[in-house]
T-cell receptor
Framework: QQQVKQSPQSLIVQKGGISIINCAYE??????FPWYQQFPGKGPALLIA?????SEKKEGRFTISFNKSAKQFSLHIMDSQPGDSATYFC???????????FGKGTTLSVSS | DTGVSQDPRHKITKRGQNVTFRCDPI?????LYWYRQTLGQGPEFLTY????????KSRLLSDRFSAERPKGSFSTLEIQRTEQGDSAMYLC?????????????FGPGTRLLVL
């Protein structure tokens, strides 16, 4: 069964620190890997996404690193801020398929 | 606001009752998805439409669930004879699918509590 495994389940980072969330996937047919940010009571919001033809994508303080051979990808949040405190989901998608397959989420808490 | 909207945002119902949720996608988006999210989990796919055609249904979508997207615009998700296990956040997402590529944008969700 298609799966995306996400770790850690929860993360506490000091303000200004780097938050790192990791995901691993099994299905080599996946060709699109987005990260979503979700605040309590809200729907997931697209944060950043990457396709497997690049190894890294950076948007502001958010960077995705992608290792195709290891079937792993990670989200790095630089200079973490209290406002970044949320749940982060990695996901994988096969453009020839249909649904996003989500990880179980990482709850990030940035302490001030 | 031009994002995905969902109505109602919260619904409390008694076991056995029927409920219906509505999703209005981003204008011009041709794909519309329904997901279910339970506490501490990521969203799980239920079904999706391309225009008005329902193209796939998950095994999670029991025969008590039905979804429609008349005229390829808004969509409704109905749950008949609700059970306590149906309590969850129901999320709608839409996308513009072109040339094999899409990005899904989610609505705020409808939180269902079945008593």
């Amino acid at each position: 069964q298609q799966q995306v495994k996400q770790s850690p389940q929860s993360l506490i980072v000091q303000k200004g620190g780097i938050s790192i969330i990791n995901c691993a996937y099994e299905n080599t047919a996946f060709d699109y890997f987005p990260w979503y940010q979700q605040f309590p009571g809200k729907g997931p919001a697209l944060l950043i996404a990457i396709r497997p033809d690049v190894s890294e994508k950076k948007e502001g303080r958010f960077t995705i690193s992608f290792n195709k051979s290891a079937k792993q990808f990670s989200l790095h949040i630089m200079d973490s801020q209290p406002g970044d405190s949320a749940t982060y989901f990695c996901a994988a998608f096969n453009q020839a398929g249909t649904a996003l397959i989500f990880g179980k989420g990482t709850t990030l808490s940035v302490s001030s | 606001d031009t994002g995905v909207s969902q109505d109602p945002r919260h619904k409390i119902t008694k076991r056995g009752q029927n409920v219906t949720f509505r999703c209005d996608p981003i204008s011009e988006h041709n794909r519309l998805y329904w997901y279910r999210q339970t506490l501490g989990q990521g969203p799980e796919f239920l079904t999706y439409f391309q225009n008005e055609a329902q193209l796939e249904k998950s095994r999670l979508l029991s025969d008590r669930f039905s979804a429609e997207r008349p005229k390829g615009s808004f969509s409704t998700l109905e749950i008949q004879r609700t059970e306590q296990g149906d309590s969850a956040m129901y999320l709608c997402a839409s996308s513009l699918y072109l040339a094999g590529r899409e990005t899904q944008y989610f609505g705020p969700g409808t939180r269902l509590l079945v008593l």
